[in-house]
Each structure stands twice: as structure tokens, then as C-alpha cells.
Nanobody, 123 residues
């Protein structure tokens, strides 16, 4: 399975971006999906996850209320709508496909990872 992430860029504080992640195989619609990020000099961290049906979502406290994860299984695509962006959101964002149908915040539960897309928030 290949995951192609896109939508990153440079935005000012308070701005918005929408990331997309498209899977190469339709069977990915049966798996939970997640977004993670790695900021410069920091460990990778969990951002958001969604179950295979899209009805269950879970967020890191740092993005709750600002970010929204969603998916369109007909398009094999998962999205991350990011609003009210802050400089501390600057990172490379990675999408990932879980080994399971349920959502998960644990990186070890993810079998496939995208290449990452850079998000930079200027102050």
C-alpha cells in the first residue's frame, strides 16, 4: 500500500490548511487511519485518528477543537482540516494506515506510512 500525502505549505498564525492522504489500494477503506507529525528536534507524535467507517475519531489534546479528521472511502482518501494554526503546529505531517479497522493513537499499530508533507506556520 502506498500513501500519498499532500496539502502542506506555509501559512500565517491563525490560518488554515487541509491535508489529504490517498491510498493506492481500495482495501485501505477497511482500515483505521491516522495522522502523526514530527517537529524539528522532537519525537514523532500522534495528531488524529479515524476508524474505518469514519464515525469514530480521536485527537491529541494539543489539536482538539482546531483539527478535524475525516475520510472518503469512495476516494480512498483521508483528510486533516487544520484551523487556527499556531507556530507550534509546524512539523512534517505523516498519514498512516492502521493494521486494524479501529482507530488508534499508537504508532506501532500502523503498518503503512506516507512520505510526509511539510506544514510551516509563521508567527
Amino acid at each position: 500500500v502506498q500513501l500519498q500525502a499532500s496539502g502542506g505549505g506555509l501559512v500565517q498564525t491563525g490560518g488554515s490548511l487541509r491535508l489529504s492522504c490517498t491510498a493506492s489500494r481500495r482495501t485501505s477503506s477497511n482500515n483505521g487511519m491516522g495522522w502523526f507529525r514530527r517537529a524539528p528536534g522532537k519525537e514523532r507524535e500522534f495528531v488524529a485518528t479515524i476508524g474505518w467507517r469514519g464515525g469514530s475519531t480521536y485527537y491529541a489534546d494539543s489539536v482538539k477543537g482546531r483539527f478535524t479528521i475525516s475520510r472518503d472511502n469512495a476516494k480512498n482518501t483521508v483528510y486533516l482540516q487544520m484551523n487556527s494554526l499556531k507556530p507550534e503546529d509546524t512539523a512534517v505531517y505523516y498519514c498512516a494506515q492502521s493494521r486494524y479497522a479501529t482507530m488508534s493513537s499508537q504508532a506501532e499499530n500502523y503498518a503503512y506510512w506516507g512520505q510526509g508533507t511539510q506544514v510551516t506556520v509563521s508567527s
